[in-house]
């Protein structure tokens, strides 16, 4: 009895069989590792020097308003001062006693006169209105007219 | 030689070991990640902890550290008189302290030795003289066992820039606050004061301290180890608030005048004390009020602390004659008497077991109630409250405001004392209509008067115009409120009255008169009570009236307190003048044409000296002036309110 013919394939042909076909393969690109570095630690670099740099400007801005802020408050604390100053330099009883000290001495009882018009010293009668009063920068708007 | 086989059983061997060694290292390494899962597990316990179970406590501990939060102390309000002239602000001062321990050396934990700053007398001879202390003082402050006392508050800012100059060790320099008052005791009594630490504690600074005081501000930094600031840090500023201004009614030049007029009373009359208000007619507003003796609120320590008292709100006394006015005005008012309703007068009248007499002995005499009212009648103003009977008067003396504050928005006001008409007794009608066994204050009767010179319009007086925000604009106070209390037709009787009181032949308020201006008015002198019953020897001088008369624009009313003489016709009716006349000029009222001739006001003025230099005799003043004055002696004996 004999054995069933078949015709079998070589193992090494079906190897072949399942294996890709070749192809060329390109050279991988070299990388420039050097010049990855340099740029990344300019980056970093640059990034730290920035930081610095805003910082430096923001303390030195700081720095400015302070001096801002003191003069502000300088100011205001000369404001204040001297609208002290000008209440009591305006005070009636420093006024009164300024005034007998400088021999001046009190006013008698007042007399009053009824003007009907203004009367010039050129005799020309002149209707013109008063002009109005500059308000006082010291003082509070009290009213519309001020 | 040939090369003999291994036995079949070492074969294996080498493979056997090096598995062995594979399963050793695996080993070791999972026993390595094991330590270090449980290392990690350990920190990463260990940061859950920190950040989330302890992240509060850690986040406060880090601000600490850094953070410094500056309280900004908010400047207070400043106080105007009417037209905007400041009576009371703030500037900055210095306050000036000192680190005892600094100058007594130490030790460091470590054990090192730390030297004094300085000597404590050095310093305190640096200082003495700037601070215009004692060196003694000085040194014993600088010798306290304490990290902190002061040696100066609320010094001027240039003291406190001299001392930084210094550079003193241990010794340190406070911005800080300072009240100031421009005008010294002006208007002292009203304004107040406020204390160390910037709370108002008197007068208008105390009642309006929570609008005046501001809201205090913070500034939030970030400091390094070393103190120093750091400048990209957290920088979180809150302004302080600025303290509202509070715009008062008077008026500063008014205000000045009335200060020294009463102070000039007093110390011509040897007076214990005097009050002037005045008010305007139109709004009942004060225009001044003052007193004596006063004081300067910036040296307020060395004055008594009785200065400091608002005389014109807070004292009481009995009226007197200047009642009278209130009780003629009730009966014309019902319709009882009119200005010529002629009356017959005797110079004593007997009123349940009390008698009451004039001031000068007179025969039987028929006057009019004009009359009754110019020659200061009692007799004829007890016989007209008569008419009048107990209720009546009693409500039209409360529709005047008697007995009740005036609710000017001042603390510490007395209401005055009048009994309800159902607890008076026999002689109580009589008492009250002349003005004694009632009590009012100075405010109270000015704005009587007031309400007379309105044409018999009440309104509640007030002291405060409004307050000034932070656009620099006033917002005004509300209106007065308004109530008639007698019929214009009553109230133009009466004043013509009391021009007559003041101009008139008869007229007790001579010394009034305003040369210019009409003046309406009626003196006062009444007895003290004394403080163990009954009535003591001791008097109180009143004049209250207004002017121009015939458009009335302004009320004054003074009282000296204990002058002598004792009349308010001869010590009350110059002040009032004097006082009448600058706020006439001051608010520019014209002149009604009643001004007398040069001759004639040259002949009146030698007159009125004339008479003041007789007048220190006592029993001659009245014979020499020839004008009746007020009767001291009433009420008489027998007066339950004498008893």
């Known amino acids: 009895m004999s054995a069933p013919l078949t015709t079998r394939r070589p193992a090494r042909q079906r190897e072949d069989d399942r294996r890709p076909e070749l192809s060329v393969v390109v050279e991988p690109r070299r990388r420039h590792t050097l010049a990855y570095a340099l740029v990344m630690i300019l980056l ?87 002009p109005e009063s500059t308000p006082d920068p010291l003082k509070p708007v009290l009213s519309a007219e001020r | ?58 986040a406060d501990a880090s601000v600490r550290q850094r953070e410094r939060t500056i309280e900004l102390p908010a400047t207070r309000g400043r106080i105007y008189d009417r037209d905007g002239d400041v009576l009371a602000t703030s500037v900055e001062g210095a306050t000036i302290y000192a680190d005892p321990r600094a100058y007594q ?17 050095d310093v305190a001879t640096a200082l003495a003289p700037i601070l215009g202390r004692e060196v003694d003082d000085l040194v014993e402050r600088l010798e306290r066992d304490a990290h902190f006392v002061y040696l100066g508050r609320q010094l001027d800012h240039e003291v406190g820039r001299e001392i930084r100059d210094l550079e003193l060790p241990g010794i340190g320099v406070l911005a800080e606050p300072k009240r100031v008052y421009p005008g010294g005791g002006l208007a002292a009594q009203v304004v107040g004061f406020t204390g160390i630490d910037g709370d108002g504690l008197q007068g208008l600074e105390a009642h309006y301290d929570t609008v005046l005081r501001g809201e205090p501000g913070t500034l939030l930094l970030e400091r390094a180890p070393g103190g120093l600031d750091i400048a990209s840090g957290v920088r979180e500023l809150l302004p302080s608030q600025v303290g509202t201004d509070v715009v008062l009614t008077l008026d500063r030049d008014v205000q000045h005048a009335a200060e020294v007029a009463v102070n000039d009373a007093v110390e011509q009359f ?66 009882l008497v009119s200005p010529t309703t002629e009356l017959t007068v005797q110079d004593r009248i007997k009123v349940g077991s009390s008698t009451f007499t004039d001031a000068h002995p007179h025969d039987e005499s028929t006057w009019t109630v004009g009359e009754i009212m110019e020659r200061s009648s009692n007799v004829g103003t007890i016989q007209i409250a008569q008419q009048l ?69 009440a309104m509640d007086p007030s002291v405060v115009r ?106 009350a009716a110059p002040v009032f003048a004097e006082v009448m006349e600058a706020a006439l000029i001051a608010r520019r009222v014209p002149p009604d044409g009643s001004s007398p001739t040069l001759p004639e006001a040259l002949v009146r003025a030698q007159a009125v000296l ?32 004498s008893d």
């Open chain 2, 389 to 457: 009977g107990d209720e009546r008067l009693d409500s039209y003396l409360r529709d005047f405001g008697l007995g009740r504050p005036t609710n000017l928005g001042f603390p510490g006001e007395a209401s005055g004392l009048l009994m309800g008409h159902e607890d008076w007794w026999g002689s109580s009608l009589p008492t009250i209509a002349i003005g004694h066994g009632v009590a009012v204050t100075l405010i109270q009767l000015a704005n009587a008067y007031a309400t007379i010179a309105n044409d018999g319009i």
């Open chain 2, 270 to 335: 040897e007076a214990k004390g005097a009050s002037v208000v005045v008010l305007d007619v139109a709004s009942s507003e004060v225009l001044a009020m003052a007193s004596t003796p006063g004081f300067d609120p910036n040296e307020r320590a060395q004055d008594d602390a009785e200065a400091w008292r608002n005389r014109a709100i807070t004292d009481m006394f009995e009226p007197g004659s200047t009642q009278k006015a209130f009780t003629i005005a009730a009966a014309i008012e019902e319709g």
């Open chain 2, 466 to 571: 409004g307050t000034v925000g932070g656009d620099g604009r006033l917002s005004p106070n509300s209106p007065a409120r308004q109530r008639e209390v007698i019929s214009e037709g009553t109230a133009k009787a009466v004043q013509a009255m009391l021009v007559d009181a003041v101009s008139g032949d008869m007229g007790t308020g001579a010394l009034a008169s305003v040369p210019g201006y009409s003046v309406a008015g009626k003196t006062g002198t009444a007895r003290k009570p004394a403080p163990e019953g009954g009535y003591s020897d001791r008097y109180v001088a009143t004049f209250a009236g207004f002017a121009p008369a015939h458009d009335p624009q302004i009320v004054v009313a003074v009282m000296v307190d204990e002058p002598y003489p004792i009349w308010g016709g001869i010590v």
């Open chain 1, 44 to 130: 970093l670099g640059g990034g730290v020097f920035g930081a610095v740099a805003l910082n430096a400007l923001a303390a030195a801005e700081a720095v400015q308003a302070r001096a801002l802020e003191r003069q502000v408050a300088d100011s205001e604390r000369a404001y204040g001062s001297l609208v002290a100053e000008v209440a009591t330099l305006e005070d009636p009883g420093r006024i009164r006693e300024a005034a007998l000290d400088l021999g001046l001495v009190p006013s008698g009882p007042s007399r009053h006169l009824h003007l009907e018009r203004n009367l010039p010293v050129d005799g020309a009668v002149v209707q013109a209105p008063l």
């Open chain 2, 610 to 641: 004339d008479e003041l230099a007789a007048a220190e005799e006592e029993d001659e003043v009245a014979d020499r002036l020839g004008v009746p004055i007020d009767d001291p002696s009433s009420p008489p004996v027998g007066d339950p309110a």
């Open chain 2, 105 to 121: 050396g130490g030790e460091t934990a470590e054990g090192e030795i730390i030297p004094p700053a300085a000597e404590p007398v």
């Open chain 2, 1 to 58: 030689m040939t090369r003999q086989p291994k036995p079949r059983r070492l074969a294996g061997l080498p493979r056997l070991l090096s598995r062995n060694a594979d399963r050793v290292a695996v080993r070791r390494i999972r026993w390595l990640l094991v330590i270090y899962g449980l290392v990690l597990l350990v920190v990463l316990g260990q940061l859950a902890h920190i950040q989330i179970v302890q992240a509060d406590e850690y």
